[in-house]
């Protein structure tokens, strides 16, 4: 399911920016729900107990895949960075493109690159010469956390996130995407399991302006205004029984210029 919904102003009297629609306020956990997760009546558009089509129909121009080389981050259990970087080139070859950084690590530069496929809402929202953040996060030892943000450096705005895996309660997921709101709700129960476990949804909403929501296997984009959306992909989506390791998740979201 692909939903984009613009949302308006709510007078006093009517549900508040971020609130579900079960009264919980975005981020609050309710009745044992793990960090992220929607508890409501309705979980993007579709009433609790129907099994929306995407569950088991997926879109094959979803493609939540990327390349990150920098350092040795790859390379063991755990890697934790966060560094200022300029922007050294963008590049599109075979469908996908690619960043090129310098970093400085602890004094020294560092090269980094990130590569993912090309949004067919638009080319990317950043150019060469633009001081960046790059954020990295990975636990491979318990669970398989794999968390990269790249954020402009003036002002700490979402140029991409990529995250796969999941971990302890979900923790870290929902904070990469802030200031947006991101989450995932339980709307393929009794779909058919596949062998990672059932097909959930994520959510993500800008406050106050619109949200999307994507199950696993689907795109779409958020609005941001007139000449620019996020574009999101999210690949395998699923939940499990685990109450320490409730979902797992591979998303991908960059800025984008329309049709640029």
Known sequence: MTMVLALSACPGGE???????????????????????????????????????????????ADAGFELTFKDWDAGSFADFDVQCVVDAVTVAEAAVTTAMTCEVDGSSEPASLRFAVAPEGAVDWEAGLAVRLRIEKDGDFADKRIVQLRAAADDAILAVAVAGGVDNNSGYPEAFLPLIYGYSRVCEGAGDTDGGTPAQIDLSDPGKAELHLISQHRGSLPIDGEHAYAVDAGEVVTGESAHYPVAQDVLLRRVRLGG
Do not use: F, I
């Open 15 to 61: 549900k508040g920016t971020g609130e579900t629609e079960s009264g919980a306020t975005a981020g609050e956990t309710e009745g044992g729900a793990t960090a992220g997760e929607t508890v409501a009546e309705t979980q993007g558009g579709a009433t609790v107990g129907e099994v929306p089509a995407e569950c088991e129909q997926a879109d094959p121009a």
